[in-house]
């Protein structure tokens, strides 16, 4: 398949071969140069970014060749491969990682300090490569670390978005929105230049007979931008597996710009061509949880599938198989439904270009997909109109509505007495305007369906895709409890509380096996170790306290409960529910007298989390969660008693700051609403315990650590409906403190009320449809719980020992292989013993 090099070549060729450094003075010999030539600097205008810079290029330089060795490995075997199609990769910082990763971070810090840097000042100068929204964006980055880890193989596929999440600055309490120009300098990706797709847009059908009389169909005009590959090298964990995620950029087709127009004078709508192409991977969509139907992410989500499907079928075809061997050679995964054309692309590419017979390649495309569903929330569930499509695609509204015709022939055929079954699972909703439902569209083109924790998937077989059950059986619909990457979020971001768990276990062997945490079950009776524990802790806690007082300014005391919420603001997460928490806690404090108020234990309430730009209530949260602050960190009747603050701007690398210093984090989403969240996992690996409902995955984190370690609260899910129900047509009265806190928001405590006013008219005025007022009494009291259990440190101590040791569960490893088995059908590939730990 290589291109093989000539027998007088190859000489020169492996006689030349670097390999990337090898030691300490390699590594600098590599800065060195990269700084001098790469970067053309010198030794006296070396300052910590051009370090930065030379450092990653030198750690590049070895991930590429590995790179490289990997790609070749998984040809000549000819494996199988899994194909992970996400719009989102929420990679944070990479330097740290591949450091870590390939094992060479304390020989980097060395070389680095020899030639006069901090190594964590280094790594600081990286701009996070923030590509996604939350929770499914980061999902998706802890998978590709799994995946290159445990030896699949296996490729990511998504966007280049030159502008990424956006970065938030708070100003005056408020959240401002500015560009994420991250692109600036990014040595982590190659561009490929010469790895470009042609993407149709827009045209028409024709349709004609061929020689045996066939009806074929040609999708003609339009027009047509060009897809460019970037690839990100993701190195594993003490592998030399070295996977690939590849980012299509858009480019005009015509190349820079309209000659034509250039030499008629016509230079501005020259350039405008350029810039409309262009437009497509410009920016990432803010929204998380939230579809809102516009064109231009139709166009993003069909030029990256269309490109990676190009891309696919190439590498497949060079193999020379039949197409029937198609699914035992490709695994394609799609991230909830955005990748969903990906199904009628492959069905268009069969049929219309390589000539299969219809039920052939849908044979083939359903055996090759995979859909995972990441949430039950109405809102998030993507609908297209059918104009639109037909717009755009119409060749794929055709297939889109031939996929439909036999599905529902098939429906017919087993339920031939329902009425009503076939309006409700048809991929067309007969609305007006007429709808496409994607995750139908998913379901039926997929050999397999799953959820995201037990309850999750447990709910969309009983709610979303009841019929579906019906139709296609049970087995076609599966949980897979989502993980974490224990070497970002233990490893890296708690190197201290790393090196202690090591110390007991023996090795840190429990980063590729997760379950060895068991063994430090034995150690929650030793003294010494719960001492260094707790110290790290306070220690974490110091750090994040320095980095409060240098961003906002405030300064909180360290041996203070850290309490900690940090996640994209939505009502269902229930950010609201906390700062009325919050207030209600400021309200009783300055109830009290000034003894009284001493049995309080310090508390400081930290929030963080972005909030889509259009979304004018979690905006409110935001507002009020600021202005909450200015008041209670300057009432001298408080003083280290509560403090609140909201950390800006919170991202992947802020995420590594804050989770290792959390005594208690917040995941209280109304019961049924939460897919699975993630960072509760992430919080608990790092020695916090958490207050929640039983939700998404608290429920299996509690079924591992023992309810004994975890504050659970609040109504069930199996109750929610009931209760809406009675806000809406019987009595709705509120929490009599929930009512004081409205009270005291209503006379102005914090500020002119009618800023703040929307949050509590959904509460009172409204249905409360996320129950915050039914659950406040008992999040109330279960605080009070929490301050008890932190006033005996030894028993708080021992809790977050022994959840720790039964985390094992929890990582994306565990996941990984779940996938690879039961939906994948991939194997890893076996590989030399080599690289860390
Ligand atoms: C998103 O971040 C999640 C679901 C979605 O449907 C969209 Cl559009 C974005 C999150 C879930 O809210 C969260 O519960 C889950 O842990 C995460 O996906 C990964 O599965």
Not at 88 to 93: P, Q, T
């Given at each position: 398949v290589e291109a093989s090099i000539p027998e007088p070549q190859r000489d020169a060729w492996t006689k030349h071969q670097t390999g990337g450094f090898k030691d300490k003075d390699g590594f600098e010999r590599e800065v060195v140069r990269h700084v001098e030539t790469t970067l053309a600097r010198s030794m006296f205008n070396c300052d910590e970014t051009a370090a930065y810079a030379a450092a990653s290029l030198a750690f590049r330089d070895r991930l590429i060749l590995e790179w490289n060795r990997t790609q070749q490995r998984q040809t000549f075997a000819d494996a199988k491969r899994v194909y992970y199609l996400s719009l989102?990769?929420?990679?944070?910082?990479a330097l740290d990682n591949a450091m870590l990763n390939i094992g060479q971070k304390d020989l980097a810090a060395a070389g680095l300090a020899e030639l006069g840097f901090r190594i964590e000042d280094v790594i600081s100068q990286e701009h996070d490569a923030a590509l996604g929204n939350g929770g499914l964006g980061r999902l998706a980055a802890c998978f590709l670390d799994s995946l290159a880890s445990l030896n699949y193989p296996a490729w990511g596929y998504g966007l280049r978005y030159r502008y990424g999440i956006f970065k938030q600055e708070i100003i005056d309490g408020y959240q401002v929105e500015v560009p994420d120009y991250w692109l600036d300098f990014n040595p982590w990706e190659f561009p490929r230049h010469d790895v470009t797709v042609d993407i149709q847009f827009y045209g028409h059908v024709q349709k004609s007979t061929d020689s045996s009389g066939k009806n074929v169909a040609h999708w003609e005009g339009g027009e047509i931008v060009k897809a460019v590959a970037y690839d990100v090298p993701i190195p594993g964990y003490a592998t030399p597996s070295t996977n690939n995620l590849r980012l299509w950029s858009s480019k005009a087709s015509g190349g820079e710009f309209d000659f034509q127009k250039f030499n008629n004078g016509d230079y501005e709508s020259s350039v405008a061509d350029q810039q409309r192409a262009e437009t497509i991977s410009a920016v990432l969509y803010p929204n998380d949880n939230l579809e809102r139907g516009k064109e231009l992410r139709l166009k993003q989500q069909y030029f990256w599938v269309a490109a990676s499907l190009y891309d696919i079928v190439r590498r497949f075809k060079k193999t020379k198989r039949a197409w029937k061997e198609f699914p035992e050679q490709v695994a394609i995964q799609l991230n909830d439904t955005h990748p969903t054309l990906a199904i009628v692309e492959l069905q268009r590419i069969l049929i219309d270009l390589e000539g299969l017979e219809w039920d052939e390649a849908w044979n083939i495309v359903v055996s090759t997909f995979g859909y995972t569903n990441h949430t039950v929330l109405p809102e998030a569930l993507e609908k297209w109109s059918v104009g639109l499509i037909q717009h755009l695609l119409p060749r794929h509204l055709q297939i889109i509505y031939d996929i439909n015709l036999f599905f529902l022939q098939t429906v017919e055929r087993l339920f031939p007495n329902d009425r009503d079954i076939l309006g409700r699972v048809s991929i067309i909703e007969e609305s007006n305007p007429k709808m496409v439902r994607m995750a139908f569209l998913a379901i039926v083109g997929s050999h397999k369906v799953n959820g995201v924790a037990e309850l999750h998937s447990d709910l969309i077989k009983t709610t979303i895709f009841k019929d579906f059950v019906s139709i296609f059986g049970p087995d076609k619909f599966t949980n897979v409890t989502n993980g974490v990457t224990p070497r970002r979020w233990l490893h890296q971001a708690n190197p201290k509380l790393s090196d202690l768990i090591a110390s007991k276990v023996g090795s840190l062997e429990f980063l590729r096996d997760l379950t060895l945490l068991n063994k430090i079950e034995n150690s929650v009776d030793d003294a010494a170790f719960r001492k260094e524990w707790a110290a790290i802790k306070l220690a974490n806690k110091t750090k994040l306290a320095d980095y409060i007082k240098t961003t906002i300014g405030v300064v909180v005391n360290p041996s203070a409960l850290f309490d900690v919420q940090v996640k994209r603001i939505h009502e269902y997460k229930r950010q609201q529910m906390n700062i009325f928490g919050v207030i209600h806690r400021y309200l009783t404090l300055k109830s009290l007298s000034p003894e009284e108020r001493k049995t309080f234990l310090p508390r400081v309430s930290i929030f963080g989390g972005k909030a889509a730009p259009g979304y004018w209530m979690a905006k409110q949260i935001i507002h009020l969660i600021n202005s909450v602050g200015s008041v209670v960190n300057n009432d001298k009747d408080i003083g280290d008693l509560l403090k609140v603050v909201f950390l800006e701007d919170y991202n992947v690398s802020k995420a590594e700051l804050i989770i290792p210093a959390s005594d208690i984090s917040e995941h209280i989403s109304t019961a049924g609403t939460e897919a699975s969240g993630t960072s509760n996992m992430k919080f608990v690996l790092n020695g916090g315990l958490i207050i929640g409902t039983c939700d998404g995955a608290n429920i299996e984190i509690t079924r591992e650590i023992g309810e004994n370690n975890i504050f659970l609260f609040g109504n069930l899910a199996e109750d929610v409906e009931d209760l809406r129900h009675t806000h809406t047509y019987g009595s709705h009265t509120i929490d009599p403190d929930l009512a004081k806190v409205f009270e005291a928001i209503e006379k102005g405590t914090f500020g002119d009320s009618k800023d703040f006013a929307g949050m509590i008219t959904a509460v009172r005025d409204h249905s409360d449809y996320y129950l915050v007022s039914d659950d406040f009494h008992s999040y109330i009291e279960t605080h009070a719980l929490v301050d008890e259990a932190y006033k005996n440190q030894e028993e708080w101590i021992t809790k977050c020992i022994t959840s720790v040791s039964r985390m094992g569960f929890f990582t994306s490893d565990r996941c990984i292989n779940e996938y690879a088995e039961g939906i994948w059908n991939i194997e890893p590939l076996a590989v030399e013993k080599a690289g860390a730990a």
């Open positions: 989102e990769f929420l990679m944070g910082r």
